[in-house]
T-cell receptor, first 114, second 112 residues
Framework: DSGVTQTPKHLITATGQRVTLRCSPR?????VYWYQQSLDQGLQFLIQ???????AKGNILERFSAQQFPDLHSELNLSSLELGDSALYFC?????????????FGPGTRLTVL | DQQVKQNSPSLSVQEGRISILNCDYT??????FLWYKKYPAEGPTFLIS?????DKNEDGRFTVFLNKSAKHLSLHIVPSQPGDSAVYFC???????????FGKGTRLHILP
């Protein structure tokens, strides 16, 4: 158990809809990262928040947005969903701000868009 | 354009033998490299890392080798055990950019 929790575990929705994925980092970790893993793809870095502020942006679509709240939990919002958004979405956390610090991953949320 | 490449999608190794997982990168600015291991239905877990100032880092049965001139790193697992069966992701980061890039992963099967 990494100490990072993600809800929900599974999500099935339809094209055009909007969903919110939630992540609670390990106690004491200030950074939260979001990753997407599609079929046959590696982990694609989406976005990083550090202590409530956006710190780094990766290949995140404009239809996607995220935020980190004062209690350090984070939410990833995916809107106008398309079939290609079906993937595993991982959240990770780390103590520091730099991405090469050891990151602790949650179990992921499997999103299926029908 | 994939900056971190794991060209072997899968690898099978006999229990007790050495497992060698390879990773190539294209960005010469990468100066920190990590390996993560992932079991089904779980998130990846950190395994071992290496800075570009080193060419080898060891942690128990796991050793990572870095060849900067060839832009190549490898993870050696000796001896391989059944619990090593998992997907292994190579990742690289450039201190200046501070963005981590993951490869697509290699699925390792340890055969009894």
């Amino acid at each position: 158990d990494s100490g990072v929790t993600q809800t929900p575990k599974h999500l099935i929705t339809a094209t055009g809809q909007r969903v919110t994925l939630r992540c609670s980092p390990r106690s004491g970790d200030l950074s939260v990262y979001w990753y997407q893993q599609s079929l046959d793809q590696g982990l694609q870095f989406l976005i990083q928040y550090y202590n409530g502020e956006e710190r780094a942006k990766g290949n995140i679509l404009e239809r996607f947005s995220a935020q980190q709240f004062p209690d350090l939990h984070s939410e990833l919002n995916l809107s106008s969903l398309e079939l290609g958004d079906s993937a595993l979405y991982f959240c990770a956390s780390s103590v520091g701000a730099t991405q090469y610090n050891e990151q602790f991953f949650g179990p992921g949320t499997r999103l299926t868009v029908l | 354009d994939q900056q971190v490449k794991q060209n072997s999608p899968s690898l099978s190794v006999q229990e007790g033998r050495i497992s060698i997982l390879n990773c190539d990168y294209t960005n010469s600015m990468f100066d920190y490299f990590l390996w993560y291991k992932k079991y089904p239905a779980e998130g990846p877990t950190f395994l071992i890392s290496i800075s570009s100032i080193k060419d080898k880092n060891e942690d128990g049965r796991f050793t990572v080798f870095l060849n900067k001139s060839a832009k190549h790193l490898s993870l050696h697992i000796v001896p391989s055990q059944p619990g090593d069966s998992a997907v292994y992701f190579c990742a690289a980061s450039a201190h200046r950019d501070d963005k981590i890039i993951f490869g697509k992963g290699t699925r390792l099967h340890i055969l009894p």
